[in-house]
């Protein structure tokens, strides 16, 4: 059973950095795609960034480009989020989900492709 659980969600001040992790259980990341995705009440989730087979193949959404950075340790099952340089609109709650990869390793960083998921935790940035 496919299993991901984050952590490292936090209350920070404007300008801080949070480290978010994402372990997973019940499959090899070896054949995923994973994605963080942030969602606030009343709408839907938005794409932060996702990672694919290969090192270097990552999508990050413009939003937030230069200042979070995704990275995966496939030895650890584990995919981590850094994010820099906080602002208050990163506000949300951040979930993880994985993508199982077909040979060509193709995918699209879009939460509705994304079938595993985990509970998410909740990133506030305040002063």
Not at 47 to 67: L, M
Not at 87 to 101: N, Q
């Amino acid at each position: 059973q496919l299993q991901l659980v984050e952590s490292g969600g936090d209350l920070v001040q404007p300008g801080g950095s949070l480290r978010l992790s994402c372990a997973v259980s019940g499959f090899s990341l070896d054949y995923y795609a994973m994605g963080w995705f942030r969602q606030v009440p009343g709408k839907g989730p938005e794409a932060v960034t996702c990672i694919g087979r290969n090192y270097g193949d990552t999508v990050y959404a413009n939003s937030v480009k230069g200042r979070f950075t995704i990275s995966r340790d496939n030895a650890k099952n584990t995919v981590y989020l850094q994010m820099n340089s906080l602002k208050r609109e990163d506000t949300a709650r951040y979930y993880c989900a994985a993508l199982f990869l077909d040979d060509s390793g193709n995918y699209q960083c879009d939460s509705i492709y994304f079938t595993s998921w985990g509970q998410g935790t909740q990133v506030t940035v305040s002063s």
